[in-house]
């Protein structure tokens, strides 16, 4: 586990970090207020411990909560300690302690706070087969023996244990296991990995449980169908990484204790990871009110089934849908029960759920029962001869309320455009008989359909076919075999800009009668650049070179920021792996202040595993090139970019002239009523 440690005094940082240490516990050390707050907000820590003067402590709280910051927070009180433990609760803190008490009192306060955020999600206890990973006591035991592991070691393991079949890059597990003043080589984690692998085997376990998944990473492989493994929730904060749009919180109370009943939440939250399900468990419904003040919800399910769930319950639950009466409730009921099926009714639900349904269907029921602008509603045309291809893009974006219509012979390819009008055009470069390269040309070339966002699939990525999709239009394109989440969020990014258009050109033809002068005319347009690599700066000013670009360049995130604050750029194209400060945390930074904020992020990488790149898109980043650098590639990307940056502008512009002619159309027709009124009464 990761705690971001916030400490002025030199001698309690060490004290207090080889506390932690004891425990396990990953400690990242802020060197400053400011450089603290951007790693708590762009990495992933359990808790945020504040030892630092109360004033700037419960200030430091504060700006957490504002930013939406959801992790648990400990703050010392250091000077008097009633009212600054008083003030610290009331900035969003979730325990206040006086600083001049003992480390033990200390430590105990963390276990306990991390103790009850792990109840809601995990429990202490982990295993597989006669494998023991006790998190209360730091022990890892096998069939009795206590095994002895180095802290690495021990923190491998319960990163695996507590995401059972999830992949993680060696990239994923440095930015998990290791301070950020310290990250080691790729290759440690290699040498850890193995180190783990030995100790378990001299322990006696006759398998190996650490999947490598070549290519992707590690993961912890699954035990036998026959086997009793106690399968835990995933943890709050190890839940993939979406963009912030595409994910719903489904609050879930649910008191049923049993293992089987733990199973099958856990295959719930597992199945909802893609349809952007994230499933948050509220312990009863007199709780329920609090929790959805504090994170809100897309709806609710309320197991009727539970031990515990009595009259009060459902009393207290009609109170709540009339506190929260937007929020859709569902509930897992007996199908032959009038009475659980009336009160569903009454609290606007539609059906019974029943927990033996196939959890497509419960989660379908879920998303139905979503508000309606909660989801994406669109119509996505697909080109493609392969069906196992055409079945894969309709279970990826169906949750989301696209509606794809499949085209598996390109001879329909015309008639299916004309009838469907997609919003959106999903084509295969390699089809026999027709090549995709040449509809998508066709399609550029044609009145009607020259506007249609276009994103090609292909096989073979290479430099030759990159510059020949760009070249006949191509919006964007994507590698098979298809990754989900970066599929939808490309899919997503290019369906926002549907509404937009729509709504500029509504602007249009409500200003016909008296055309309105375009206040923003072709101009340089300025670019950023920021890359600590002096050759990668080099080649991008070669490729922009005769663009009618103004370059700007950076060569670290302090110097980024302190750039952007002189005059702010059209575009930024940032480098992810950077010292000091990376590019994650150099864009959340932008996106956290009003005025960086529309600024459009083309992140830059060698980095090519999906996680990354769906981490680019989730902190805020608008698109995501992979080095080598493709010229035609980086070229329409920020001309595409450019465009909806100018469009959007434009959009406000227009908006606030119409704004300014009805005021000023309302202002004349007072002054008549008022000269209409004046000459009656003479």
């Known amino acids: 586990m990761r705690i971001l440690l916030f400490e002025v005094d030199p001698v309690g940082r060490a004290s207090l970090t080889e506390a932690l240490a004891h425990y396990h516990y990953q400690v990242n050390i802020a060197p400053d207020s400011q450089t603290g707050l951007e790693w708590a907000i762009a990495h992933s820590y359990e808790l945020v411990v504040l030892n630092v003067p109360s004033s700037e402590g419960i200030s430091l709280c504060r700006q957490l909560r504002d930013r939406g910051y959801e992790k648990l927070i400990l703050l010392l009180a250091t000077s008097d300690p009633n009212p600054d433990i008083i003030a610290g609760l009331d900035a969003g803190a979730d325990d206040c302690i006086a600083g001049s008490c003992d480390l033990s009192e200390l430590m105990a306060r963390i276990r306990a706070l991390l103790r009850r955020r792990e109840a809601a999600f995990i429990p202490a206890v982990l295993t597989w087969g006669d494998l023991c990973f006790n998190s209360a006591s730091a022990e890892v035991t096998y069939r009795s023996q206590v095994l002895s592991l180095t802290p690495k070691e021990y923190n491998l393991l319960e990163l695996f244990l507590r995401n059972p079949q999830r992949i993680f890059s060696r990239s994923a597990i440095i930015d998990r296991l290791w301070s950020l003043d310290t990250l080691p080589t790729e290759n440690a984690v290699t040498t850890h990995i193995k180190g783990l692998r030995q100790q378990l085997k001299i322990a006696g376990m006759p398998v190996d449980i650490i999947e490598t998944v070549y290519g992707l990473g590690y993961r912890l492989k699954a035990f036998p169908k026959s086997s009793t493994l106690a399968e835990t929730p995933e943890a709050e904060s190890e839940k993939p990484i979406l963009p912030t749009h595409l994910q719903f919180k489904i609050g879930m109370i649910d008191g049923d204790p049993s293992e089987q009943n733990r199973a099958w939440l856990k295959n719930l939250q597992s199945a909802g990871v893609c349809w952007g399900f994230y499933f948050k468990r509220i312990a009863d419904v007199s709780q329920a009110a609090i929790a959805i003040s504090k994170t809100p919800l897309d709806a ?383």
């Not at 794809?404 to 055009?425: H, I, K, M, R, Y």
């Not at 060569?555 to 194209?573: C, F």
Request: one cysteine or more; hydrophobic letters at 40%; glycine letters at 4%.
């Open 300 to 682: 609710l399910l309320v197991n009727f089934n539970a031990p515990d769930f009595d009259e009060n319950c459902f009393n207290e639950l009609q109170e709540l849908v009339t506190q929260f009466p937007n929020l859709p409730v569902l509930a897992f009921a007996e199908p032959d029960s009038w009475l659980d099926r009336i009160v569903i009714s009454r609290l606007g639900g539609s059906q019974c759920l029943q927990k033996n349904q196939p959890l497509e269907q419960i989660l379908r029921a879920i998303a139905t029962a979503l508000p309606h602008n909660s989801i994406v509603e669109a119509t996505v045309m697909a080109v493609n001869d392969d069906p196992l291809v055409l079945c894969e893009l309709e279970h990826l974006l169906q949750p989301w309320g696209v509606r794809l219509v499949q085209v598996s012979d390109p001879q329909f390819f015309w008639s299916t455009l004309g009838e469907t009008a997609p919003d959106l055009l999903i084509l295969d470069l390699e089809m026999p008989g027709v090549r995709g390269i040449e509809l998508c040309r066709a399609v550029r070339q044609d009145p009607k359909w020259g506007d249609l966002p276009i994103i090609a699939v292909t096989a073979t990525p290479d430099t030759q076919l990159i510059h020949q999709v760009f070249i006949a239009g191509a919006d964007d394109f994507v590698s098979k075999p298809i990754v989900g989440p970066e599929l939808i969020t490309r899919v997503v990014s290019r369906l926002d800009r549907v509404p937009l258009r729509y709504q500029l050109e509504q602007i249009r033809l409500k200003t016909v009668k008296q055309p309105l002068k375009e206040s923003l005319k072709e101009y340089q347009a300025n670019l950023l650049l920021v890359d600590d690599q002096p050759n990668n700066l080099r080649t991008l000013t070669a490729i922009l070179n005769g663009q009618g670009y103004k370059i700007r360049k950076a060569t670290s995130g302090e110097n980024a920021l302190e750039t952007v604050s002189y005059q702010l750029p059209d575009l930024i194209l940032l480098d992810i792996k950077m010292p000091e400060m990376d590019g994650y945390t150099i864009c959340s930074a932008l996106k956290s202040a009003a005025e960086t904020r529309e600024i459009p992020v083309i992140f830059l990488s060698a980095l090519d595993d999906v996680t990354d790149k769906v981490k680019a898109f989730a902190v805020g980043g608008a698109d995501y090139i992979s080095k080598p650098f493709q010229a035609e590639e980086v070229l329409v990307r920020i001309k595409h970019q450019l465009t909806l940056r100018r469009q959007q502008q434009q959009l406000i512009e227009q908006n606030q002239r119409l704004q300014w002619e009805i005021q000023e159309r309302k202002r004349v027709e007072a002054a008549l009523r008022e000269s209409e009124a004046r000459q009656r009464s003479k």
